[in-house]
């Protein structure tokens, strides 16, 4: 367990957590990483912890460089536990060491999970000097927490980015250099789909304060350390932060004796023909977090689902639910399904379709039982009509 060179005297010093499969209902199939970062200076700075079970792996990493108890600065860039777990276990070693957090949440959040450790709280703009190097706290509100801030370190231009930029992305390499660089967009894609997008707005605050600041190396608390692609990864967050849309289409559905599978591919249909790239996702098979990173671009989405016990099928209800909860932008929309007697599903459907920030393209589609040929051709006949009154 032996810390990693970041730059002279910076240290990456945390934790990978290779097993982790679901986060908060988002699976996490390539496990994550606890980023944590040592400086040394006149002040023996750390900058966030690691999620508690970890504790011990991070603190092997700081004691190959210096003996922890030395440490003077704790900077704690955000509260949720996957980064301050292990700060009550370092600050008992590190007695001596003064505890940095966002001035009102940050100090409030820590002080309920952890009681007093004796928090000083930062504001904007507020600079604390290590010795050689100066650090400069920069709020970043509701990115994704109402505590969260980064620290910007001078004159080495890093940038501790919190969960901005990251990825929860298990990897022995730490660099953007070293790694496989298109499953690192692939998963800083989808961390920024399903917990950031929702605070879209306020990340777009939190760019245009950075906008101006001279950056070299940003170091997020999950993930690969962003060096020579910084631009690269600028840019996506400024273009999912636009809601910019891409020519795709989610079509997501589950089916129970492939009526709604077929509507779905006579929707599918209907785009190609327009000229869209459609994506099609059995909730049988496909997680919900993949749909929404896909999701996140697409200029429409079509859900289907089946009538059960006079409800749409839970698995589709699962899915509404995520959805609802981290849709960014205003995306157009379908409603369809089968049915047997009940046939609420597609109603309801259309319903919950309309709070997060979508819009009806046409009226919600249905059909009894198995739909016929014609039935299908119909469906695709009206998608399209609708696409061209666009």
Known sequence: ???????????????????????????????????????IDEKITLIDTVKEPFKEEMLARISSVIDPAKIDVIVSNHAEPDHSGALPYIKSIAQNATIYAAAGAGVKDLTAYFGDLGYVGVKAGETLSLGKRTLTFVPTPMVHW????????T??????????????????????TECDLPEAYIQARKYYANIVQPYGM???KALAALSGLKIDTICPSHGVIWTQHIPDILA??????ANEYDDTVAIVYDTMWHSTE??????ENAFLAAGYKPRLYNLHYCHNSDIIADAMTAKYIAVGSP?????MMPSVASFLTN???????????????SYGWGGQSPDQVYEALKSPKCEALMPAVKIAYKPSAEQLEKIAADVSEALKNE
């Open 146 to 153: 109402p505590d969260n801030m980064v620290s910007l370190m």
């Open 323 to 337: 959805f609802k909860g981290l849709n960014g932008n205003k995306k157009k929309y379908i409603a369809f399904g």
């Open 236 to 241: 996506l967050y400024q273009s999912w932060v």
């Open 1 to 39: 367990m032996k810390a990693m060179r970041i730059a002279e005297g910076v240290y990456w010093v945390g934790a990978i957590d290779w097993n982790l499969r679901n986060f908060h209902g988002y699976e996490t199939e390539k496990g994550s990483t606890y980023n944590a970062y040592l400086i």
């Open 155 to 176: 004159p080495d231009n890093i940038l501790f980015s919190n969960d901005a930029f990251g990825q929860h992305y298990a990897s022995d390499e730490r660099f953007d």
């Open 202 to 204: 306020q990340t777009g």
């Open 262 to 267: 077929a509507m779905a591919h006579a929707i």
């Open 307 to 311: 009538t059960l016990n006079n409800n």
